[in-house]
């Protein structure tokens, strides 16, 4: 099992920038792809972003390319998303998500390839 903490939400400003941050414990993660996905109100949950194992290879959905940066350290089992420019229609909670497959690359975008998931923290952009 892998348990998922994430931090870094708040408020901000359009414009603004953000950090989030995805503590991983229990079994190891180093071999797996990992996931930012968000979900805004009366919406279904969508892709954001994703990391193979070794942080070689990135995917970011065509919204937030240019703007969001993912990233991970595997020494510290934490996985991270920059998010710079932020916009109005950015605002979601924010989850991060492991891949269960081994290595998986490129990292998937389907939300039925994340086997775990994190409660999720609540990112607002005002206008």
């Known amino acids: 099992q892998v348990q998922l903490v994430e931090s870094g939400g708040g408020l901000v400003q359009a414009g603004g920038s953000l950090r989030l941050s995805c503590v991983a414990s229990g079994r190891t993660f180093s071999n797996s792809a990992m996931g930012w996905f968000r979900q805004a109100p009366g919406k279904e949950r969508e892709f954001v972003a994703a990391?193979?194992?070794?942080?070689?290879?990135?995917d970011y959905a065509d919204s937030v390319k240019g703007r969001f940066t993912i990233s991970r350290d595997n020494a510290k089992k934490t996985m991270y998303l920059q998010m710079n420019s932020l916009k109005p229609e950015d605002t979601a909670v924010y989850s991060c998500a492991v891949d269960t497959y081994y290595r998986r690359t490129p990292p998937s975008r389907q939300v039925f390839s994340y086997a775990f998931w994190g409660q999720g923290t609540q990112v607002t952009v005002s206008s």
């Open positions: 990391i193979s194992w070794g942080g070689g290879y990135t």
